[in-house]
């Protein structure tokens, strides 16, 4: 099992970045997908998570700002996140459960994740 993101970087606040996770070695079985962001002293948070038939989540923090998509014939997930915020700065995480039921975006629900990549928005 293999999730790699990309697309993290610097931006100046109300601008836009788009993150990339691409995955391997685990679709077939993967039931939810997600971002989850973690900042310096503080707990990983879920951003938003999909469902293998589309169905999104977000936190509120983010509705209206970000949007999470798939495709399934690449085998990958974007986070689309427009008017980025200061607060928005932190690693982003993309993730994967195999667990059934409805996807929460609790970090616990999820078995594999990638490395992370770093979101800075700073003026």
């Known amino acids: 099992v293999r999730m790699v993101e990309s697309g993290g970087g610097s931006v100046q606040p109300g601008g836009s970045l788009r993150l990339s996770c691409a995955a391997s070695?685990?679709?077939?079985?993967?039931?939810?997908m997600g971002w989850f962001r973690q900042a310096p002293g503080k707990g990983r948070e879920g951003v938003a998570v999909v469902a293998r038939d589309g169905r999104t989540s977000y936190a509120d923090s983010v509705k209206g700002r970000f949007t999470i998509s798939q495709d399934n014939a690449k085998n990958t997930l974007y986070l689309q996140m427009d008017s980025l915020k200061p607060e928005d700065t932190a690693m982003y995480y993309c993730?994967?459960?195999?667990?059934?039921?409805?996807?929460?975006?609790?970090?616990?629900?999820?078995?594999?994740w990638g490395q992370g990549t770093q979101v800075t928005v700073s003026s």
């Open positions: 993730a994967a459960s195999t667990k059934m039921g409805p996807c929460l975006a609790k970090p616990g629900y999820y078995d594999y």
């Open positions: 070695g685990y679709t077939d079985s993967s039931s939810c």
